[in-house]
């Protein structure tokens, strides 16, 4: 009954900030001052966590293509695992790692302090005034992060294909466009600005509800980024099972 009781209260929660962020005014300095945050803090890692999975997707695919001597696939494989997959899903671990910890700790610190109901008090909003702006900031750096990922990973995996592996530099870029197509990336992005949507719901709900304390903030950032992977998996399955269902 727990579980459901805090399933509940998370649904109530994004529909109130979903009905908050139609408000007047809308806080664009905030929202510029959060995304730029989490850019700071996410990019650098973020781009240097693609290097290895690109680097380890062209070794295991190019061990694998080679065994029934289809070298030239490697490109297009490298593509679809790092533009479907393997972009979105770094993204959204990313943001939930750095950007939403940072989110839940600032906004817990608020709630422990009090800051929270002295807003309401003055009549003030806190979903309108704090959780909007960092929802619609997490969302539009997340697509922005994506691209990112996909660039390094997709370069990683070319240098390491065609410099490691004695992969073919045209066969590896011309094989780019047989299996792949410009919706892989269109769904890419849009799982992207689910992913980071949803790490910051789960980053506000868990700030605006901690208590006990310090050590409670402390609890409730663990449990922001514990429940962002479990949701963005199931996210991830959901949306690819669409995708894959209306393109075929």
Same mark, same amino acid.
């Given at each position: 009954?727990?579980?459901?009781?805090?399933?509940? &209260?998370?649904?109530?929660?994004?529909? !109130?900030?979903?009905? #908050?962020?139609?408000?007047?005014?809308? +806080?664009?300095? &905030?929202?510029? +001052? /959060?995304?730029?945050?989490?850019?700071?803090?996410?990019?650098?890692?973020? %781009?240097?966590?693609? @290097?290895?999975?690109?680097?380890?997707?062209?070794?295991?695919?190019?061990?694998?293509?080679?065994?029934?001597?289809? /070298?030239?696939?490697?490109?297009?494989?490298?593509?679809?695992? $790092?533009?479907? &997959?393997?972009?979105?899903?770094?993204?959204?671990?990313?943001?939930?790692? #750095?950007?939403?910890? %940072?989110?839940?700790?600032?906004?817990?610190?608020?709630?422990?302090?009090?800051? $929270? !109901?002295?807003?309401?008090?003055?009549?003030?909003?806190?979903? +309108?005034?704090?959780a909007v702006p960092?929802?619609? =900031?997490?969302?539009?750096?997340?697509?922005?992060?994506?691209?990112?990922?996909?660039?390094?990973?997709?370069?990683?995996?070319?240098?390491?294909?065609?410099?490691? /592996?004695?992969?073919?530099?045209?066969?590896?870029?011309?094989?780019?466009?047989?299996?792949?197509?410009?919706? !892989?990336?269109?769904?890419? &992005?849009?799982?992207?600005?689910?992913f980071g949507a949803?790490?910051?719901? @789960?980053?506000?709900?868990?700030?605006?509800? =901690?208590?006990?304390?310090?050590?409670?903030?402390?609890? =409730?950032?663990?449990?922001?980024?514990?429940?962002?992977?479990?949701?963005?998996?199931?996210?991830?399955?959901?949306?690819?099972?669409?995708?894959?269902?209306?393109?075929?």
């Amino acid at each position: 009954m727990r579980a459901v009781l805090v399933v509940g &209260e998370f649904v109530a929660l994004s529909l !109130d900030t979903a009905r #908050a962020g139609l408000k007047r005014p809308f +806080h664009w300095r &905030e929202t510029l +001052h /959060q995304a730029w945050f989490i850019v700071t803090v996410s990019a650098l890692p973020t %781009a240097l966590v693609a @290097i290895p999975f690109g680097a380890v997707l062209a070794l295991q695919a190019g061990n694998l293509i080679r065994q029934f001597g289809a /070298q030239s696939f490697t490109g297009a494989t490298a593509v679809l695992g $790092i533009v479907r &997959e393997a972009g979105p899903v770094v993204t959204a671990l990313m943001v939930a790692g #750095a950007a939403g910890s %940072a989110i839940c700790a600032d906004l817990g610190a608020r709630k422990i302090r009090e800051e $929270i !109901d002295a807003l309401e008090v003055l009549g003030v909003d806190p979903l +309108h005034r704090l959780a909007v702006p960092r929802v619609v =900031a997490c969302a539009l750096v997340a697509p922005l992060l994506n691209g990112l990922v996909t660039t390094v990973g997709l370069v990683a995996s070319y240098l390491f294909n065609v410099v490691a /592996q004695g992969g073919s530099p045209g066969a590896y870029l011309q094989s780019f466009t047989v299996l792949a197509e410009p919706s !892989d990336l269109w769904v890419a &992005e849009l799982k992207a600005l689910v992913f980071g949507a949803s790490a910051g719901l @789960i980053a506000t709900y868990k700030g605006l509800t =901690a208590k006990g304390g310090p050590k409670g903030v402390g609890e =409730a950032v663990n449990q922001t980024v514990v429940f962002s992977a479990l949701v963005l998996f199931a996210e991830n399955f959901l949306i690819s099972a669409i995708h894959a269902r209306t393109a075929a």
